[in-house]
């Protein structure tokens, strides 16, 4: 260990330790813009290259990056002398003179860091004038890049190209034209992007940003031939508090459907009734695959890779399109849900399909992507016309002056609205395929569950796996969550090497619950935790907790769908995927 003073107090830390990392365990803040930790994920993004967290070092000359600079014994630190501060303010004016001053219209306005630290730095003036540069704003339908905005922290590029191993994203230029962009500055959507939205979450301004589709969904409220449809994504509930006060992790399900209400939707249904249909779906073609692998056919395609996570299909189809025949052909819940609600529900309200308006609401900006792919349409009627993310449904909360903090609890509209504890934990890295074991446990045993919690598929370690005994059989599970942890998984399945029989894959950190769409957490595990147990809780207080035994689910095969996997499911629960 080492021992130093930071702001006149002694601390003693382990060596190597950076400045910013001690003078955080003592509860000092020093700003940051470019460098953010996520531990749990391993990600790190240091490139010493913003400067705000300088500090002045007894007996130095010049000032020191904390992030960079390692205490070492003796060590005397002030993290906001004079000198600091002049420093620091003179560096913050640097950036300020070449970045929009939009503050007011920008959809990070209240969010940004950069907006943050000026603040708190009281910045009232931009001495400096530079130039300002003028790329073309990109829109993708899920991502949104404004690159005169990049401060150069790099850390969407460390997220993209280190943790999800994407490797979409790249710096080009030098001096006021320098930017985090794609390789020869392509679109994105002709990049080689999944649209996790990973970059979206950890970008510090608003150079990255979910597309806005705010103004169609008002409009279809506004337009009185339309049926409007909400669905409501799981882990949305464990994190719309938060722009709201709330604690992270508070689950505000009753509150989210009525606000829903009010904001004019005719119907509040919830995508986790659709994930329930795809437990029946998937956990079925599960069952299925297992069989036909024990009785020695050499054709079926194992593990079988669950799809549900557009981000991840993406990432199949666009670096291992060899192995897209391993992904589930159940649809996604957002899908399912769509298809259902054209179909089924369309028919019960005996109106034609065009009439109705289905509006997700997810954590997620791939999901966007995933509602414009053709095929998850009808005559070019989309199944799912528009999906907005957490933080859009918040803003369209605060635009029609929803006072959500005192709004009383309401309940999903049924038959739609129905779910199951396993649809819930859908919201979470492991659940999806913790629903799908209790299902297929059942099924395949005709037994019950003796315990319904599989606790070892549970937590947020990156890769995760265990053997689930189905009563003599042993059925091997595989979990990862962040596309670089799934690419160790999948490189496995290539090589022949992987040894199991299913594999739960989520490109966000987390799963759902630390989706791009989501609030942002700034690298906050803590607040990823939290919202996971509040969809364990969720799943606790229901009294169905397998998808099997949803009665509307039940009512929806036995009137319309027939069986499981059988040709009805099939032609409105199945897809296919491309190379
Ligand atoms: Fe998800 Fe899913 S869990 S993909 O993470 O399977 O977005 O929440 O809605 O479709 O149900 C997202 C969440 C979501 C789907 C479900
Ligand atoms: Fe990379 Fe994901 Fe951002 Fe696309 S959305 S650029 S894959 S981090």
New binding site residues.
Partial sequence: TVKLIIDRRPVEVPKGTTILDAAKGMGIRIPTLCYMKLEDLHYENNPGACRICVVEIEGRRNLAPSCKTECTEGMVVRTHSPRVMNARKTVMELILSNHPAECLTCSSNGYCELQTIAHDLGIREIRYKGEMSTFQIDRSPSIVRNMNKCIMCRRCETMCNNIQTVGALTAVNRGFNAAVSTAFERDIAGSTCSYCGQCVSVCPVNALSGRNTQQPVLDAIADPDKIVIA??????RTALGRDFGFEPGTLVTGKMVSALRQLGFDYVFD??F??DL?IMEEGTELLQRIGKYLNGDKKVKMPLM?S???GWVSFVEQHFPELRDNLSTAK??????GAIAKSYFAERLGVDRKRIVVV?I???L??KY?ASRPEFAVEGNPDVDISIYTRELARLIRYANINFTDLPDSDFDRPLGESTGA?VI???TG??IEAACRTAYELYTKKPLPKLEFEELRGLEGIRSATIDFDGTPVKIGIAHGLGNARKLVEEVKNGTSPYHAIEI?A?PG???G?G?QPFHQGRMEVLRKRAAALYQEDKNKTLRKSHENPYIQELYANYLGEPCGPRAHKLLHTHYFD
């Fill in positions: 669905q409501t994504a799981p882990a949305v995508t986790d659709a994930a795809t669950t549900c996570c557009p996604s819940p957002q899908q399912m849900f997700s997810m954590p997620c791939a999901k995933e649809g859908f919201g979470t659940g999806v989520m966000c799963g759902c619950i989706g769409g």
